[in-house]
Structures are given as C-alpha cells and as structure tokens.
C-alpha cells in the first residue's frame, strides 16, 4: 500500500524529526485517521521527501511530529527540467493548467501576459495574490502525484520579459499551428536532456508579431495538428506528449 504524504517545509526538519503544519497535522490524524507509529512521506517542496513514523502526541491539538527513518532525494522527480509558459486565462483555467501539469512533472510555471490575453493585472498585490494561490494549488498536486518538489510558480510577466530571460540554448518550443510548424516527431527529444522550455498561448493565441518575436528568439514552432485546442487542454497536453518523448511516461 502507497504510504500517504504529507508536506512541510524546509524548516520544520532537523534531519532526525519532522514537524507537520498544524493543517497537515489535522489532515493525518482527523482526516486519515492515522495514529503513532503510521508510516507516512513528507515532502519539503525542494525535492527531498522523509519517510518516517508518527511519534507520539504530546497532547491534544499539538502537531505531528514523524520521525524520519530514511531521506530519499528528488522522490517522484523527472530528469529533465520542464518549464511551461502558458497564456494567463480567466478564472480558473491557469489553476487546471498548474494542477495537470505539475503531476505530469513541470518544474517551473510562468503565466503570461500577452497582446491577446483577456486578463490583465496591473497590481502588485493581485499579482501577488494570484501566485500565492498557484502555489497552492501545485503543492496540492504535488502530494497527489507523489513528487517531492513544489514547481516554481513565476510572478506574471509579458512576453517580452519572458522571451528575454530564456536560454537560447536549450530546447525551446512554441506550439503555434503556423506556416513552418513542425510535428512533434520530427524534433530531436530524447531522455536526459536537461532542459526544455514549452510557450502556449491564451485563448486567442499569439499574434503574428508575438510568434515573429518568439522565432527571433530561437523558439521553434510546433503543431498539434488540425485541431485547435483550448488553452487549459493545450498545456496539459504538450507537457504529456513531451515528457514522453524525454521517456518520462513509460
């Protein structure tokens, strides 16, 4: 039987005994009903995962305290570094698009700004608020997948801004359906490559001038094929298929 995670951060260990967050501690023992001496996982969201017991409740309310009998290193982890940069869309599209992605194995996220997108926010704090819930929504999904590592999750940025932070050496795609669009197929992916960086776009897609920047910026275009897919299902989707490529799938 797959032993239940949990998660706490960095902090919380002393490389002996790890401390649960009170609504972790509330979650093992009211929810899941487990008890002293329950074997469990607890993930620091930097890729170390604790495999540990619970020790014995020093009163009632008091956290979880495990305590670790082995220290596994990038528990769960891929090889390869993803990163997804994906259109940021209106309501909770963007949360879908980090929960699939994150159990399909993305390490980073960057959400988007573009000529199209229908969102647009000009606040810092709503900024702020945005990626706060993003990353609870990663961390969610990241117990459910069993990986040990949280995916960064990028303050919201145009293109531009994106475009002049990427490695131009890496493995840099944009899935755009566009004249020149290459399948999947013909592109050189293969297991170990250490980093890929995959640009989708927001409802409406790029414009003309933003996939003229993007093909300056050494991006290569990528088709899907005939069918044109929604932005919460494109993200997702690209990330599977290229994840397999890498042979993170099989």
Request: glycine share 8%; with cysteine.
């Amino acid at each position: 039987m797959l032993l239940p995670v949990f998660y706490a951060p960095p902090e919380n260990s002393d490389g002996v005994t790890v401390t649960l967050p009170d609504e972790e501690s509330h979650h093992a023992l009211r929810v899941m009903r487990l008890w002293p001496g329950s074997r469990v996982i607890v993930i620091d969201g930097l890729g170390t995962a604790f495999e540990g017991l619970i020790g014995d409740l020093v009163a009632q309310g008091s956290p979880v305290q495990v305590t670790v009998k082995n220290t596994i290193r990038n528990f769960g982890e891929p090889a390869a570094h993803l990163t997804l940069a994906a259109g940021l869309s209106v309501g909770s599209k963007f949360d879908t698009v980090v929960e699939k992605g994150t159990e399909l194995g993305v390490k980073r996220f960057v959400p988007l700004l573009t000529e199209k997108s229908k969102v647009h926010i000009e606040d810092a704090d709503r900024a702020a608020a945005r990626v706060g819930r993003l990353e609870k929504v990663a961390l969610a999904a990241a117990k459910q997948c069993r990986r040990s590592f949280r995916p960064e999750i990028s303050a919201p940025v145009n293109l531009d801004a994106f475009l002049g932070r990427t490695d131009r050496h890496a493995m840099n795609l944009i899935f755009h359906a566009g004249p020149g669009a290459l399948s999947l197929d013909r592109l050189s992916l293969r297991p170990n490559m250490p980093q890929v960086t995959l640009l989708v776009g927001p409802e409406s897609g790029f414009s003309d001038e933003e996939v003229t920047r993007t093909l300056s910026a050494g991006f290569t275009p990528v088709s899907l094929g005939p069918r044109i897919l929604r932005t919460e299902t494109a993200g997702p989707v690209v990330c599977a298929l290229v994840m397999n490529a890498l042979g993170e799938l099989s």
